[in-house]
C-alpha cells in the first residue's frame, strides 16, 4: 500500500465512533510530525491533530475530548480514534506529514495521500 493513504472512513449517525488509520513511511529526514487535516466540501483544508515523533500531540480546538491521534511505529500507522461525532465532522480526512511540530505543523506539510471520507448524518 502507497504510504499516506488514509482508509476507515465510511457513514455514521451522530453521536458515533470512526477509527481513520494511515500507512507512513516513518520519520524520514526532514519529517518532525505526522497528522490529520480534512476538508469538507465549499471549505478550507483545516488541522485536524498531529504527533511528533516524540509522541507529543496537538489538536485543533473541536477535536479536543473527541478525537485521539496515535501511532504505531512498528507498524508505521498512524491512527485517528473519532468518537462523538456530529455532521459538522463530514468531510474528507487526509494524513499528512510535516517538517515542523507542535502547533505549527500544518503550515508546514509537505507530503499528503489519498483521503478517505467521513459521512455524519443527523
Known amino acids: 500500500q502507497a504510504p499516506l493513504v488514509a482508509s476507515g472512513g465510511g457513514s455514521v449517525q451522530t453521536g458515533k465512533s470512526l477509527r481513520l488509520h494511515c500507512i507512513v513511511s516513518g520519520y524520514t529526514s526532514g519529517t518532525y510530525s505526522i497528522g490529520w487535516f480534512r476538508q469538507a466540501p465549499g471549505k478550507e483544508r483545516e488541522a485536524v491533530a498531529a504527533?511528533?515523533?516524540?509522541?507529543?500531540?496537538t489538536y485543533a480546538d473541536f477535536a479536543k475530548g473527541r478525537f485521539t491521534i496515535s501511532q504505531d511505529n512498528a507498524k508505521n500507522t498512524l491512527f485517528l480514534q473519532m468518537n462523538s461525532l456530529t455532521p459538522e465532522d463530514t468531510a474528507m480526512y487526509y494524513c499528512?506529514?510535516?517538517?515542523?511540530?507542535?502547533?505549527?505543523?500544518?503550515?508546514?506539510?509537505?507530503?499528503w495521500g489519498q483521503g478517505t471520507l467521513v459521512t455524519v448524518s443527523s
Open positions: 499528512a506529514s510535516s517538517r515542523l511540530r507542535g502547533i505549527l505543523w500544518f503550515g508546514a506539510l509537505d507530503k
Open positions: 504527533i511528533d515523533n516524540f509522541d507529543k500531540t
